[in-house]
T-cell receptor, first 115, second 113 residues
Framework: AQKVTQAQTEISVVEKEDVTLDCVYE???????LFWYKQPPSGELVFLIR??????QNEISGRYSWNFQKSTSSFNFTITASQVVDSAVYFC????????????FGGGTRLMVKP | SAVISQKPSRDICQRGTSLTIQCQVD?????MFWYRQQPGQSLTLIAT?????????ESGFVIDKFPISRPNLTFSTLTVSNMSPEDSSIYLC??????????FGPGTRLLVL
């Protein structure tokens, strides 16, 4: 069975602060993919990143960065210099190679960035 | 990536009626998925729809309640049957785009009165 845990249900920061969203996962698959999605108030689900289990390199994309630690089964997401437009619910998700590409989602973290 | 559209974008329905949601993809894909997001909750997979075969339903979801069609490689429908207020949710279709990731449609917001 697969499981994704996002322990932080809500985070509130002031604009320009850095913020890290935690994601811990469980899977028996040796090959799997990890994802982060953003869901702004409008409701659509915006794809942010996919990470293969064999690639533990951290990734940076503008103000976004991701830290994949296989040893601790974590895939954390950091937003640097947060902005009000970053306010959204962020979901971490897992897809195992043997799960037919279906996604198991974490509970989501609601990020509120205040001006 | 894949561009996905859904119809309708939102609807308000009466208890006991049925609603069919359409999902259209701009490229041919083998696997399509239907998810439900209840208010304030995360996403839960309803079923996987492969072209040419019956949909595979997750625990807690049955074909009589959520019949799915997959007539070709770019289109699928999900019907929410005999609706009750508990069916009020966002319904999202998604596809796996080989080599890149899993993408979601804009969702259908359903309110059942």
């Amino acid at each position: 069975a697969q499981k994704v845990t996002q322990a932080q249900t809500e985070i509130s920061v002031v604009e320009k602060e850095d913020v890290t969203l935690d994601c811990v996962y469980e899977t028996r698959d040796t090959t799997y993919y990890l994802f982060w999605y953003k869901q702004p108030p409008s409701g659509e689900l915006v794809f942010l990143i996919r990470r293969n289990s064999f690639d533990e390199q951290n990734e940076i994309s503008g103000r976004y960065s991701w830290n994949f630690q296989k040893s601790t089964s974590s895939f954390n997401f950091t937003i640097t210099a947060s902005q009000v437009v970053d306010s959204a619910v962020y979901f971490c998700a897992l897809s195992g190679a043997n799960a037919g590409n279906m996604l198991t989602f974490g509970g989501g973290t609601r990020l509120m960035v205040k001006p | 990536s894949a561009v996905i559209s859904q119809k309708p974008s939102r609807d308000i329905c009466q208890r006991g009626t049925s609603l069919t949601i359409q999902c259209q993809v701009d490229s041919q894909v083998t696997m399509m998925f239907w998810y439900r997001q209840q208010p304030g909750q995360s996403l839960t997979l309803i079923a996987t729809a492969n072209q040419g075969s019956e949909a595979t339903y997750e625990s807690g979801f049955v074909i009589d309640k959520f019949p799915i069609s997959r007539p070709n490689l770019t289109f699928s429908t999900l019907t929410v049957s005999n609706m009750s207020p508990e069916d009020s949710s966002i319904y999202l279709c998604s596809v796996w785009a080989s080599g890149s990731g899993q993408y979601f449609g804009p969702g259908t917001r359903l309110l059942v009165l």
